[in-house]
């Protein structure tokens, strides 16, 4: 962009990743609570025993993320990061992608562990079941799930793997084009 500051459109898509996805108590601000809360709903939702392998190794991701969110998003040090810090972090990143750089360690690591929550068989595609049963647990409609699913695999034409999951991440987080299909990521988009 040539202005470096993020147009209103990409704010709202940054915007509803914090409120639907990081700020899982809803206080405004992200925090470590925020994902140990996190933790225990992917837990709850796979069946993954409190202190087994999973779980653990959910925590030790997270724990990584969030030791990397902190580091780049929070500015103040106060061990949260707010929206308008978020939104400070996402215009960095933004400028530092449409360079040429790679996006910030911490998110490739979460875009990871997004990707593993959502293959619960564990295939390395991610389908329209897994997909849905993910996103509803964050309070995302069933339909716009479905809908939202049907738009990323072009209507179950592609097949959701590793590399096409990165793509739309990527064009989620970065892009400013309304049609973009990475858009859909995270249920029917509403901006």
Known sequence: MSNQQ??????????RVFNTFYDCNHDGVIEWDDFELAIKKICDLHSWPTDGPKHNEARETLKLIWDGLRKFADENEDEQVTK????????????????????????????????????TSGDNIIDRHEYSTVYTSYGILKSDCEAAFDTLSDGGKTMVTRDI?????????ISND??????????????
Do not use: H
């Open 6 to 15: 993020l147009s209103d459109f990409q704010k709202n898509k940054i915007l």
């Open 84 to 119: 308008d810090e978020w939104l400070r972090m996402w215009t960095e990143c933004v400028k530092s992608v449409e360079k040429g750089e790679s996006l910030p360690e911490w998110l490739t690591k979460y875009m990871n562990f997004m990707f593993d929550v959502n293959d």
């Open 165 to 173: 999951f990165k793509r739309l991440w990527t064009e989620y987080f």
């Open 178 to 191: 309304r049609n973009a299909k990475g858009n859909y990521l995270f249920g029917t988009p509403s901006f």
